[in-house]
T-cell receptor
Framework: DQQVKQNSPSLSVQEGRISILNCDYT??????FLWYKKYPAEGPTFLIS?????DKNEDGRFTVFLNKSAKHLSLHIVPSQPGDSAVYFC????????FGKGTRLHILP | NAGVMQNPRHLVRRRGQEARLRCSPM?????VYWYRQLPEEGLKFMVY????????ESGMPKERFSAEFPKEGPSILRIQQVVRGDSAAYFC????????????FGNGTRLTVT
């Protein structure tokens, strides 16, 4: 039973616009989440994290929002660039086990 | 500071041979994780090790697969008597503190069994 889920397998966004990737979780005890990005034939790369004492964390073009009442977090990328085309994974911080299939982001020219 | 190093990058083995995959974690990292990615699938956790200890091997097949992380040297994932179904990309990751610290991944070893 996967307790962190990304329900959109893929997303296409025009270059320059905002990309929003979503993640839902079921257990309110989770207090730390991480986002990773993965290109084909490469290992995942850590992007950004958020702890439950915050509702937002920003790093350059990447912002993660945490809505504890809705048990939902989202990753915003703005402006989207061609190099952002990749698969994105949302994980609980205390569980390295479940990566899931992620969300494939396509940035359109 | 070099990243996580995996070698070889590509490995070809015939059915029945042994495959040894190596992972050198980032300097200062004592936690190592192995993942497998089968074609068209996501990353599947295999095993979590600290120096000289296996912490969680719940994702490891019960037979033919073993992993170690000795006091000195790289972590080794060993697959005995490989079969075609073992063909996959194997990724290693390391972290400094284990829980709640980001993982740093290598670029994987692509194993092909012929």
């Amino acid at each position: 039973d996967q307790q962190v889920k990304q329900n959109s397998p893929s997303l296409s966004v025009q270059e320059g616009r905002i990309s929003i990737l979503n993640c839902d979780y079921t257990n309110s005890m989770f207090d730390y989440f991480l986002w990773y990005k993965k290109y084909p034939a490469e290992g995942p790369t850590f992007l950004i994290s958020i702890s439950s004492i915050k509702d937002k964390n920003e790093d350059g073009r990447f912002t993660v929002f945490l809505n504890k009442s809705a048990k939902h977090l989202s990753l915003h990328i703005v402006p989207s660039q061609p190099g952002d085309s990749a698969v994105y994974f949302c994980l609980r911080g205390d569980d390295k086990i479940i990566f899931g299939k992620g969300t494939r982001l396509h940035i359109l020219p | 500071n070099a990243g996580v190093m995996q070698n070889p990058r590509h490995l070809v083995r015939r059915r029945g041979q042994e495959a040894r995959l190596r992972c050198s974690p980032m300097k200062g990292h004592s936690h190592v994780y192995w993942y497998r990615q089968l074609p068209e699938e996501g990353l599947k956790f295999m095993v979590y090790l600290q120096k000289e200890n296996i912490i969680d091997e719940s994702g490891m097949p019960k037979e033919r697969f073993s992993a170690e992380f000795p006091k000195e040297g790289p972590s080794i994932l060993r697959i005995q008597q490989v079969v075609r179904g073992d063909s996959a990309a194997y990724f290693c990751a390391s972290s400094p503190y284990g829980q709640e610290s980001p993982l740093h991944f290598g670029n994987g070893t692509r194993l092909t069994v012929t």
